[in-house]
Protein backbone atom coordinates (compact mmCIF):
# COMPACT_ATOMS: atom_id res chain seq x y z
CA UNK A 1 0.00 0.00 0.00
CA UNK A 2 1.50 3.49 -0.84
CA UNK A 3 2.35 5.63 2.42
CA UNK A 4 -0.14 8.30 1.36
CA UNK A 5 -2.98 6.03 0.97
CA UNK A 6 -2.18 4.27 4.17
CA UNK A 7 -1.74 7.78 5.94
CA UNK A 8 -5.45 8.89 4.53
CA UNK A 9 -7.24 5.42 5.76
CA UNK A 10 -5.36 5.89 9.46
CA UNK A 11 -6.63 9.35 9.47
CA UNK A 12 -10.27 8.17 8.56
CA UNK A 13 -10.12 5.36 11.22
CA UNK A 14 -9.31 7.98 13.79
CA UNK A 15 -11.69 10.41 13.20
CA UNK A 16 -14.36 7.74 12.44
CA UNK A 17 -13.33 5.69 16.32
CA UNK A 18 -13.74 9.58 17.81
CA UNK A 19 -16.88 10.34 16.25
CA UNK A 20 -18.48 6.99 17.04
CA UNK A 21 -16.88 7.96 20.81
CA UNK A 22 -18.89 11.29 20.60
CA UNK A 23 -22.41 11.07 22.07
CA UNK A 24 -24.68 12.60 19.53
CA UNK A 25 -25.83 15.97 20.32
CA UNK A 26 -29.66 16.28 21.28
CA UNK A 27 -31.72 18.10 18.39
CA UNK A 28 -35.31 17.71 16.93
CA UNK A 29 -34.18 15.59 13.56
CA UNK A 30 -32.63 12.49 16.08
CA UNK A 31 -34.94 10.28 16.84
CA UNK A 32 -35.65 8.96 20.21
CA UNK A 33 -34.55 12.38 21.56
CA UNK A 34 -36.63 15.67 23.04
CA UNK A 35 -36.63 18.38 20.28
CA UNK A 36 -35.26 21.90 20.91
CA UNK A 37 -37.51 23.19 23.42
CA UNK A 38 -38.99 19.73 25.14
CA UNK A 39 -42.01 20.86 25.24
CA UNK A 40 -45.74 20.40 23.76
CA UNK A 41 -44.76 23.46 21.54
CA UNK A 42 -41.84 21.35 19.14
CA UNK A 43 -45.40 19.66 17.92
CA UNK A 44 -45.50 22.11 14.49
CA UNK A 45 -49.22 24.00 14.79
CA UNK A 46 -49.16 23.56 18.89
CA UNK A 47 -48.66 27.24 20.88
CA UNK A 48 -49.31 27.77 24.75
CA UNK A 49 -50.33 30.76 26.45
CA UNK A 50 -50.52 30.95 30.23
CA UNK A 51 -51.43 33.19 32.66
CA UNK A 52 -51.23 33.33 36.86
CA UNK A 53 -51.52 34.89 40.11
CA UNK A 54 -50.56 33.81 43.42
CA UNK A 55 -50.57 37.52 45.13
CA UNK A 56 -53.12 37.44 47.64
CA UNK A 57 -56.15 36.55 47.31
CA UNK A 58 -55.38 34.22 44.10
CA UNK A 59 -53.48 31.05 43.63
CA UNK A 60 -54.71 29.46 40.38
CA UNK A 61 -54.18 30.68 36.90
CA UNK A 62 -54.82 29.42 33.26
CA UNK A 63 -53.07 27.24 30.80
CA UNK A 64 -54.45 27.40 26.82
CA UNK A 65 -53.44 24.81 24.32
CA UNK A 66 -54.07 26.79 20.73
CA UNK A 67 -53.65 25.37 17.56
CA UNK A 68 -54.45 28.02 15.08
CA UNK A 69 -55.62 25.55 12.28
CA UNK A 70 -58.27 23.36 13.83
CA UNK A 71 -57.27 19.86 14.74
CA UNK A 72 -58.78 16.49 15.11
CA UNK A 73 -58.94 16.35 18.71
CA UNK A 74 -60.31 13.57 21.25
CA UNK A 75 -60.61 12.48 25.00
CA UNK A 76 -60.15 10.19 27.75
CA UNK A 77 -61.55 10.79 31.28
CA UNK A 78 -60.75 8.24 33.78
CA UNK A 79 -61.13 10.46 37.20
CA UNK A 80 -64.19 10.01 39.32
CA UNK A 81 -64.81 13.68 39.91
CA UNK A 82 -64.15 15.99 36.85
CA UNK A 83 -64.14 19.34 35.75
CA UNK A 84 -64.64 19.47 32.21
CA UNK A 85 -66.61 21.12 29.22
CA UNK A 86 -67.36 20.08 25.64
CA UNK A 87 -65.95 16.78 26.06
CA UNK A 88 -68.87 15.32 24.25
CA UNK A 89 -67.97 16.74 21.22
CA UNK A 90 -64.95 14.89 21.02
CA UNK A 91 -66.61 11.67 21.18
CA UNK A 92 -66.01 9.81 17.88
CA UNK A 93 -69.45 9.34 17.39
CA UNK A 94 -70.18 12.94 17.68
CA UNK A 95 -69.80 15.06 14.38
CA UNK A 96 -67.46 17.84 15.28
CA UNK A 97 -63.74 16.41 14.78
CA UNK A 98 -62.06 19.62 15.48
CA UNK A 99 -60.85 22.13 18.38
CA UNK A 100 -59.51 25.54 18.10
CA UNK A 101 -57.96 25.45 21.25
CA UNK A 102 -57.82 23.86 24.86
CA UNK A 103 -58.11 24.80 28.36
CA UNK A 104 -56.03 23.19 31.28
CA UNK A 105 -57.49 25.63 34.17
CA UNK A 106 -57.39 26.17 37.87
CA UNK A 107 -60.70 27.39 39.85
CA UNK A 108 -62.32 23.70 39.22
CA UNK A 109 -65.77 24.10 37.97
CA UNK A 110 -65.90 27.73 38.44
CA UNK A 111 -62.87 28.44 36.24
CA UNK A 112 -64.56 26.78 33.87
CA UNK A 113 -65.93 30.37 32.53
CA UNK A 114 -62.16 31.58 31.77
CA UNK A 115 -62.64 29.17 28.53
CA UNK A 116 -65.46 31.60 27.58
CA UNK A 117 -62.21 34.46 27.20
CA UNK A 118 -60.50 31.78 24.75
CA UNK A 119 -63.58 31.75 22.80
CA UNK A 120 -63.94 35.35 22.83
CA UNK A 121 -60.17 35.97 21.64
CA UNK A 122 -61.00 33.16 18.56
CA UNK A 123 -64.32 34.64 17.84
CA UNK A 124 -62.34 38.17 17.02
CA UNK A 125 -59.24 36.54 15.20
CA UNK A 126 -62.42 34.55 12.72
CA UNK A 127 -61.41 31.08 14.04
CA UNK A 128 -64.18 28.29 14.28
CA UNK A 129 -66.84 26.95 13.00
CA UNK A 130 -69.08 29.00 10.70
CA UNK A 131 -72.46 29.25 12.09
CA UNK A 132 -75.07 31.62 10.76
CA UNK A 133 -73.55 34.93 10.62
CA UNK A 134 -70.37 34.13 12.58
CA UNK A 135 -67.84 31.75 13.76
CA UNK A 136 -67.80 29.40 17.04
CA UNK A 137 -65.01 28.27 18.17
CA UNK A 138 -64.45 25.48 20.12
CA UNK A 139 -62.80 24.46 23.18
CA UNK A 140 -62.82 22.25 25.16
CA UNK A 141 -61.66 22.59 28.97
CA UNK A 142 -60.89 20.55 32.16
CA UNK A 143 -60.12 22.38 35.23
CA UNK A 144 -58.76 21.12 38.94
CA UNK A 145 -59.80 21.97 42.61
CA UNK A 146 -57.14 24.45 43.85
CA UNK A 147 -59.27 26.21 45.57
CA UNK A 148 -58.96 27.42 49.34
CA UNK A 149 -55.33 26.07 49.05
CA UNK A 150 -53.53 29.18 49.84
CA UNK A 151 -55.75 31.18 48.05
CA UNK A 152 -59.35 32.39 48.70
CA UNK A 153 -62.07 29.95 47.79
CA UNK A 154 -63.79 32.67 46.28
CA UNK A 155 -60.70 34.34 44.02
CA UNK A 156 -61.22 32.32 40.85
CA UNK A 157 -60.39 32.80 37.25
CA UNK A 158 -62.88 34.33 34.68
CA UNK A 159 -63.32 35.16 31.17
CA UNK A 160 -60.78 37.86 31.57
CA UNK A 161 -57.69 35.23 32.34
CA UNK A 162 -58.69 33.02 29.50
CA UNK A 163 -58.37 36.01 26.83
CA UNK A 164 -54.95 37.03 28.10
CA UNK A 165 -53.76 33.52 28.57
CA UNK A 166 -55.21 33.32 24.65
CA UNK A 167 -53.21 36.10 23.78
CA UNK A 168 -50.51 35.21 25.29
CA UNK A 169 -49.78 31.94 23.47
CA UNK A 170 -46.44 31.36 22.07
CA UNK A 171 -44.66 28.76 20.35
CA UNK A 172 -41.18 28.73 22.00
CA UNK A 173 -40.43 27.13 25.20
CA UNK A 174 -43.06 26.40 27.69
CA UNK A 175 -42.81 28.02 31.68
CA UNK A 176 -43.22 25.18 33.80
CA UNK A 177 -43.88 24.76 37.28
CA UNK A 178 -46.23 27.00 39.63
CA UNK A 179 -47.72 28.85 36.88
CA UNK A 180 -50.65 28.97 34.58
CA UNK A 181 -52.93 25.99 35.83
CA UNK A 182 -50.77 24.47 37.61
CA UNK A 183 -50.13 27.88 39.76
CA UNK A 184 -53.01 26.75 43.26
CA UNK A 185 -51.83 22.62 42.21
CA UNK A 186 -50.56 20.30 44.69
CA UNK A 187 -49.47 16.16 44.38
CA UNK A 188 -49.49 13.90 47.41
CA UNK A 189 -48.85 16.53 49.74
CA UNK A 190 -45.98 18.35 47.63
CA UNK A 191 -46.34 21.47 45.35
CA UNK A 192 -47.05 20.47 41.74
CA UNK A 193 -47.49 22.28 39.00
CA UNK A 194 -47.37 22.53 34.78
CA UNK A 195 -44.88 20.49 32.95
CA UNK A 196 -44.21 19.88 29.70
CA UNK A 197 -41.96 17.69 27.53
CA UNK A 198 -41.70 15.35 23.77
CA UNK A 199 -39.43 13.37 21.94
CA UNK A 200 -39.00 13.15 18.03
CA UNK A 201 -40.13 9.75 16.33
CA UNK A 202 -38.02 10.32 12.90
CA UNK A 203 -40.03 11.31 9.57
CA UNK A 204 -40.82 14.75 10.81
CA UNK A 205 -43.14 13.28 13.75
CA UNK A 206 -42.89 14.94 17.13
CA UNK A 207 -44.90 13.86 20.33
CA UNK A 208 -45.50 16.57 22.86
CA UNK A 209 -47.19 16.57 26.51
CA UNK A 210 -48.17 19.13 28.98
CA UNK A 211 -49.51 18.26 32.20
CA UNK A 212 -50.93 19.91 35.29
CA UNK A 213 -50.36 17.41 37.99
CA UNK A 214 -52.92 18.20 41.30
CA UNK A 215 -52.69 14.38 42.01
CA UNK A 216 -54.50 12.82 45.11
CA UNK A 217 -51.95 10.20 44.81
CA UNK A 218 -47.90 10.73 45.19
CA UNK A 219 -45.76 11.19 42.48
CA UNK A 220 -43.07 9.67 44.31
CA UNK A 221 -42.14 6.34 44.92
CA UNK A 222 -41.94 5.62 48.82
CA UNK A 223 -39.26 2.99 48.75
CA UNK A 224 -36.72 5.25 48.32
CA UNK A 225 -38.30 8.67 47.84
CA UNK A 226 -37.42 9.50 44.23
CA UNK A 227 -39.72 10.87 41.20
CA UNK A 228 -41.56 7.62 39.70
CA UNK A 229 -40.96 9.85 36.83
CA UNK A 230 -37.17 9.90 37.05
CA UNK A 231 -37.19 6.48 35.31
CA UNK A 232 -38.03 7.83 31.90
CA UNK A 233 -35.60 10.43 31.93
CA UNK A 234 -34.50 11.49 28.29
CA UNK A 235 -31.20 12.95 27.13
CA UNK A 236 -30.38 14.00 31.02
CA UNK A 237 -33.18 16.31 30.56
CA UNK A 238 -33.79 16.22 34.87
CA UNK A 239 -30.66 17.77 34.68
CA UNK A 240 -28.66 15.87 37.29
CA UNK A 241 -31.51 14.83 39.76
CA UNK A 242 -30.89 12.34 42.02
CA UNK A 243 -32.28 9.70 44.60
CA UNK A 244 -32.49 11.36 47.79
CA UNK A 245 -30.19 10.24 50.74
CA UNK A 246 -31.95 7.50 52.68
CA UNK A 247 -31.98 9.83 55.97
CA UNK A 248 -34.44 12.00 53.78
CA UNK A 249 -36.56 9.99 53.14
CA UNK A 250 -39.56 9.98 55.38
CA UNK A 251 -42.70 10.66 53.00
CA UNK A 252 -45.75 12.37 54.76
CA UNK A 253 -48.07 10.25 54.21
CA UNK A 254 -50.86 12.19 56.55
CA UNK A 255 -50.19 14.82 53.66
CA UNK A 256 -51.03 12.48 50.70
CA UNK A 257 -54.98 12.31 51.39
CA UNK A 258 -56.09 15.58 50.10
CA UNK A 259 -59.13 15.18 48.43
CA UNK A 260 -60.89 16.82 45.77
CA UNK A 261 -57.86 16.69 43.33
CA UNK A 262 -57.01 15.63 39.06
CA UNK A 263 -54.21 15.77 37.05
CA UNK A 264 -55.32 17.13 33.69
CA UNK A 265 -53.14 16.68 30.42
CA UNK A 266 -53.02 17.45 26.55
CA UNK A 267 -50.81 14.99 24.21
CA UNK A 268 -50.15 15.96 20.65
CA UNK A 269 -48.78 14.67 17.64
CA UNK A 270 -48.17 15.80 14.24
CA UNK A 271 -48.75 12.50 12.62
CA UNK A 272 -52.23 12.94 11.11
CA UNK A 273 -55.18 10.55 13.13
CA UNK A 274 -58.37 10.27 12.85
CA UNK A 275 -60.63 11.10 15.53
CA UNK A 276 -60.66 7.80 17.42
CA UNK A 277 -57.05 7.35 17.14
CA UNK A 278 -56.75 10.66 18.70
CA UNK A 279 -59.35 9.81 21.53
CA UNK A 280 -57.43 6.03 21.56
CA UNK A 281 -54.04 8.34 22.36
CA UNK A 282 -55.32 9.95 25.12
CA UNK A 283 -56.55 6.88 26.76
CA UNK A 284 -53.23 5.00 25.94
CA UNK A 285 -51.58 8.60 27.84
CA UNK A 286 -53.24 7.67 30.79
CA UNK A 287 -50.53 5.05 31.37
CA UNK A 288 -48.08 7.92 31.69
CA UNK A 289 -49.83 9.37 34.49
CA UNK A 290 -49.82 5.74 36.04
CA UNK A 291 -46.47 4.97 35.62
CA UNK A 292 -45.72 8.83 37.31
CA UNK A 293 -48.21 9.20 40.05
CA UNK A 294 -49.57 6.41 42.79
CA UNK A 295 -52.31 5.91 42.99
CA UNK A 296 -54.30 7.03 40.11
CA UNK A 297 -57.94 7.89 39.04
CA UNK A 298 -59.23 7.86 42.03
CA UNK A 299 -63.07 8.80 43.06
CA UNK A 300 -61.79 12.03 44.13
CA UNK A 301 -59.56 13.04 40.98
CA UNK A 302 -60.92 14.07 37.67
CA UNK A 303 -58.15 12.76 35.71
CA UNK A 304 -58.64 14.01 31.92
CA UNK A 305 -56.41 14.31 29.17
CA UNK A 306 -56.96 15.24 25.43
CA UNK A 307 -55.29 13.98 21.94
CA UNK A 308 -54.16 16.50 19.89
CA UNK A 309 -53.54 15.83 16.36
CA UNK A 310 -51.87 18.99 14.05
CA UNK A 311 -51.37 16.56 11.14
CA UNK A 312 -53.01 16.61 7.54
CA UNK A 313 -53.04 14.15 4.82
CA UNK A 314 -54.66 10.75 4.95
CA UNK A 315 -55.36 10.03 8.56
CA UNK A 316 -54.18 6.85 10.51
CA UNK A 317 -57.14 4.89 11.60
CA UNK A 318 -57.53 2.42 14.45
CA UNK A 319 -59.23 -0.11 12.65
CA UNK A 320 -56.60 -0.12 9.48
CA UNK A 321 -54.45 -3.01 10.20
CA UNK A 322 -51.66 -1.71 7.85
CA UNK A 323 -51.98 1.86 10.85
CA UNK A 324 -51.50 -0.43 13.66
CA UNK A 325 -47.60 -0.36 14.22
CA UNK A 326 -47.13 3.40 13.58
CA UNK A 327 -49.78 4.06 15.51
CA UNK A 328 -48.71 2.07 18.73
CA UNK A 329 -45.35 3.92 18.11
CA UNK A 330 -46.94 7.07 18.51
CA UNK A 331 -49.23 6.00 21.60
CA UNK A 332 -46.66 4.71 24.08
CA UNK A 333 -44.21 7.81 22.99
CA UNK A 334 -47.24 9.97 24.22
CA UNK A 335 -47.36 7.98 27.53
CA UNK A 336 -44.00 7.95 28.18
CA UNK A 337 -43.85 11.86 27.16
CA UNK A 338 -46.59 12.87 29.63
CA UNK A 339 -44.83 10.89 32.50
CA UNK A 340 -41.62 12.90 31.70
CA UNK A 341 -44.09 15.79 31.62
CA UNK A 342 -44.78 14.94 35.33
CA UNK A 343 -41.49 14.92 36.60
CA UNK A 344 -40.83 18.54 35.13
CA UNK A 345 -43.51 19.88 36.76
CA UNK A 346 -42.92 18.42 40.11
CA UNK A 347 -39.30 19.48 39.27
CA UNK A 348 -40.21 23.04 38.37
CA UNK A 349 -42.02 23.65 41.17
CA UNK A 350 -41.58 25.94 44.06
CA UNK A 351 -42.45 26.15 47.25
CA UNK A 352 -45.68 28.23 48.25
CA UNK A 353 -46.64 28.80 51.52
CA UNK A 354 -46.66 25.81 53.43
CA UNK A 355 -46.99 23.72 50.13
CA UNK A 356 -43.31 22.51 49.95
CA UNK A 357 -41.79 21.69 46.20
CA UNK A 358 -40.14 18.15 46.10
CA UNK A 359 -36.33 20.24 46.23
CA UNK A 360 -37.14 21.59 49.32
CA UNK A 361 -38.22 18.30 50.97
CA UNK A 362 -35.67 16.52 49.40
CA UNK A 363 -32.78 18.70 49.06
CA UNK A 364 -30.40 16.10 48.05
CA UNK A 365 -32.51 14.37 44.90
CA UNK A 366 -32.26 18.26 43.51
CA UNK A 367 -28.84 19.46 45.24
CA UNK A 368 -26.74 18.85 41.54
CA UNK A 369 -29.44 20.51 39.48
CA UNK A 370 -28.63 22.57 37.01
CA UNK A 371 -30.55 25.90 36.47
CA UNK A 372 -32.43 26.15 32.82
CA UNK A 373 -30.85 28.99 30.72
CA UNK A 374 -32.68 31.62 30.61
CA UNK A 375 -34.03 32.07 26.92
CA UNK A 376 -35.38 28.08 27.83
CA UNK A 377 -37.62 29.04 30.37
CA UNK A 378 -40.54 30.41 28.53
CA UNK A 379 -43.05 33.55 29.75
CA UNK A 380 -45.90 33.07 31.66
CA UNK A 381 -47.65 36.59 32.40
CA UNK A 382 -48.58 37.58 35.75
CA UNK A 383 -52.49 38.83 35.77
CA UNK A 384 -52.50 42.30 36.87
CA UNK A 385 -55.93 44.61 37.61
CA UNK A 386 -54.61 46.71 34.55
CA UNK A 387 -54.63 43.99 32.49
CA UNK A 388 -57.91 42.23 33.67
CA UNK A 389 -59.40 45.62 33.28
CA UNK A 390 -58.05 45.49 29.43
CA UNK A 391 -59.23 42.44 28.99
CA UNK A 392 -62.98 43.08 30.25
CA UNK A 393 -62.75 46.18 27.89
CA UNK A 394 -62.54 44.13 25.21
CA UNK A 395 -64.89 41.49 25.90
CA UNK A 396 -67.35 44.27 26.46
CA UNK A 397 -67.07 44.97 22.93
CA UNK A 398 -69.15 44.04 20.19
CA UNK A 399 -67.79 40.57 18.67
CA UNK A 400 -66.45 41.22 14.77
CA UNK A 401 -69.46 40.69 12.34
CA UNK A 402 -67.93 39.60 8.30
CA UNK A 403 -67.42 41.61 5.83
CA UNK A 404 -70.27 42.12 3.57
CA UNK A 405 -73.11 41.13 6.67
CA UNK A 406 -75.66 43.24 6.73
CA UNK A 407 -76.36 44.53 10.86
CA UNK A 408 -80.29 44.99 10.05
CA UNK A 409 -82.42 47.85 9.93
CA UNK A 410 -81.54 48.66 13.39
CA UNK A 411 -79.10 47.62 16.49
CA UNK A 412 -81.45 45.28 18.19
CA UNK A 413 -80.78 43.08 15.17
CA UNK A 414 -84.19 42.91 13.95
CA UNK A 415 -85.61 39.94 12.35
CA UNK A 416 -86.12 41.07 8.64
CA UNK A 417 -84.36 40.17 5.47
CA UNK A 418 -80.61 40.42 5.45
CA UNK A 419 -80.39 40.91 9.37
CA UNK A 420 -77.52 39.84 11.40
CA UNK A 421 -79.90 39.67 14.70
CA UNK A 422 -77.99 39.80 18.00
CA UNK A 423 -74.34 38.93 17.85
CA UNK A 424 -73.54 35.92 20.50
CA UNK A 425 -70.20 34.94 20.46
CA UNK A 426 -71.24 31.26 19.98
CA UNK A 427 -72.97 32.64 16.84
CA UNK A 428 -76.22 30.23 17.48
CA UNK A 429 -78.87 32.21 18.82
CA UNK A 430 -80.42 34.43 21.50
CA UNK A 431 -79.18 34.47 25.01
CA UNK A 432 -80.82 31.97 27.13
CA UNK A 433 -82.85 33.01 30.81
CA UNK A 434 -79.87 31.19 32.95
CA UNK A 435 -78.20 34.25 31.83
CA UNK A 436 -75.78 33.12 29.00
CA UNK A 437 -75.31 32.80 25.37
CA UNK A 438 -75.06 29.21 23.12
CA UNK A 439 -71.83 28.64 24.24
CA UNK A 440 -72.27 29.25 27.95
CA UNK A 441 -70.94 32.67 27.38
CA UNK A 442 -72.21 35.14 29.68
CA UNK A 443 -74.78 36.93 28.82
CA UNK A 444 -72.76 40.33 29.22
CA UNK A 445 -70.99 39.37 26.78
CA UNK A 446 -74.11 39.06 23.93
CA UNK A 447 -74.23 42.43 22.75
CA UNK A 448 -76.30 43.55 20.16
CA UNK A 449 -74.88 44.15 16.82
CA UNK A 450 -73.42 47.35 15.46
CA UNK A 451 -75.02 49.56 13.02
CA UNK A 452 -72.55 49.19 10.64
CA UNK A 453 -69.69 45.82 10.06
CA UNK A 454 -67.40 45.42 12.57
CA UNK A 455 -63.61 44.87 11.01
CA UNK A 456 -63.32 41.74 8.41
CA UNK A 457 -62.90 38.58 10.54
CA UNK A 458 -59.57 37.14 9.71
CA UNK A 459 -60.59 33.66 8.30
CA UNK A 460 -62.97 30.86 9.12
CA UNK A 461 -61.42 27.70 10.32
CA UNK A 462 -62.22 24.68 7.54
CA UNK A 463 -61.02 21.11 8.24
CA UNK A 464 -61.63 17.49 7.22
CA UNK A 465 -63.77 15.70 8.13
CA UNK A 466 -63.27 12.78 10.14
CA UNK A 467 -65.03 8.87 8.82
Known sequence: MKPRLAALLAGSLALTATTLATPAPASAATPGLPGPHNAITDVPGIKVGQVQSARAPYLTGTTVVYTPQMSVTGVDQRGGAPATKETDLLDPLNSNPGVNAVMLGGSSMYGLSAADGVIRWLEDRGEGVKVGSGVAPIVPAADIFDLGRGGDFKARTTPEWGYL?????????VRQGVVGGGTGA?????????????????DGVTVGAIVVVNAAGSPVDPRDCSLFAARYELAHEFRGLKTPK???????????SLPMNTTIAVVATNAPLEKAAAARMAGNSHDGLARAISPIHT?????????????????????????ARRLNELFNAAADTLTRAVGHAMLAARTVGTTTSYCDRYKSACDKVSALPQDKL???PEVTQESLAEARQQLDKAPALPTGTDPGPSSTGGAGSGSAGPVNTGGAGPARMDGSGPLGVPARLNVAAPAVAGPRVKHVQRFRASP
Do not use: M
Request: hydrophobic fraction near 30%.
Open 378 to 380: GKA
Open 299 to 323: LDDGDTVFGVSTGTGTPLRVNNPAD
Open 165 to 173: AARAADQGP
Open 246 to 256: AQECRPDTAAE
Open 186 to 202: RAGGLKGGVGSASVTLG
